[in-house]
Every structure is written in C-alpha cells, then in structure tokens.
C-alpha cells in the first residue's frame, strides 16, 4: 500500500455530479487532503464548495492563497486562480491561462508531482477537453499513481479518454469505484469519534 501526502482531482464538464459521487464516497477518516480543480468561468460563484459539503462530513472550502494542506479536508480551486501544491500549503497564482483554463487540472497536477513525487495520485474525471492529461502524465513520471475516469462513465469522455491516451499506465475506473480504489491505496487517518469538523 502505498503512503499517500497529496490527492488531486481534475474535473470539468459533468464534474459537479462527478466530484459529488467521489467526494460523497470518501470516509470521513480520510486521512488525506484532497485539491479539486474544476473548470469554472472566472466570474463564477463560490457555490462548488457548499455543494460538495452538502454530500460529505470531510471539511470543505475555496482555496486561499498560502492555505495549509490537512487530513480530511478537500479543497476547491478558486474561480479565476492557479493552485499550486506547495509542501504543506497551497498557493494561489494569475499567471496566464493554460489551455484556456484558470484554474488549469495541469498546473495543480504537475506542481502536487514536483512537491510530493511518489506520495501524489492524480485523477482525472469527466470533461470536454484535454486539460489534465499532461499534469497526470507528470504524476506518474514522478512515480506517483493515475486513476481515470472510465470514459464509458462519464458524462463528457473526451478529457478522461486524452488522459488515458497520454498516461496508458493509469488505472482506468467507473466513477463509482474510484472512491474504494481511493482508500486501497492511502492509509486513512483514524480518528475519534466527534473530532470531525462541521
């Protein structure tokens, strides 16, 4: 079993009904912090993370520049705003656009492998484009491990099918797997009863 430091989700078209399924399937010891990037306009509302909190006890909330990295959180990429993986923290950045996406899966895929190597997954789930599929590429070159979306199960198969393209080594998964598969391969934190966050 692998000791896991970082996962990170790229998602896009069809991914509120994506990351629901996934992050409502999480345990709520997961001992592992989550970074969401979905693509949204750069002038959209900061509902995701409500949303998201509404189907899981982890603690949810929107990136803020310099936010610690903690078990049993997920966090969710800004409108308008890069998130790199930095050791222990996260940063927010407005360098261009990348593949026409702010937030890019790309850059938050390929900085968590630069941070955390071996100790980073990468999942890359339903979307219209390809963004995505280099970060995860760059994951597993690092020595990190790959889940895709199987493109039979997601609602726009175009960016899980050039993922799975660009990284043929990663495991391609129906969505509602992917949370099990999850847990196989981190060792969840356990924790006492009541300690969760609201």
Request: proline share 7%; charged share 20%; glycine share 6%.
């Amino acid at each position: 079993m692998m000791s896991a430091s970082i996962v990170a989700v790229g998602a896009s078209w069809g991914g509120l009904a994506a990351l629901s399924r996934l992050i409502g399937d999480l345990p709520p010891d997961f001992g592992v912090p989550v970074v969401v990037v979905q693509h949204r306009s750069r002038h959209a509302d900061n509902l995701l993370a409500a949303l998201l909190q509404d189907v899981t006890t982890l603690r949810v909330l929107d990136v803020e520049d310099k936010e610690p990295l903690e078990p049993r959180h997920v966090y969710i990429a800004p409108a308008n705003y890069h998130v790199l993986v930095e050791r222990d923290y996260l940063s927010l950045t407005t360098d261009p656009l990348v593949r026409f996406s702010r937030p890019s899966i790309d850059v938050t895929l390929t900085s968590a492998a630069d941070t955390y190597m071996s100790r980073a997954i990468g999942i890359v789930l339903t979307g219209a484009n390809d963004d995505g599929a280099r970060g995860l590429r760059h994951i597993v070159d690092r020595g990190g491990r790959g889940i895709v979306q199987d493109p039979d199960t997601a609602e726009s198969p175009t960016m899980p099918a050039a993922a799975q393209r660009a990284v043929p080594e990663a495991e391609v998964l129906p969505l509602e797997q992917i949370a099990e598969h999850l847990c196989s391969l981190v060792a969840a934190a356990s924790v006492t009863s009541g300690a969760r966050r609201p």
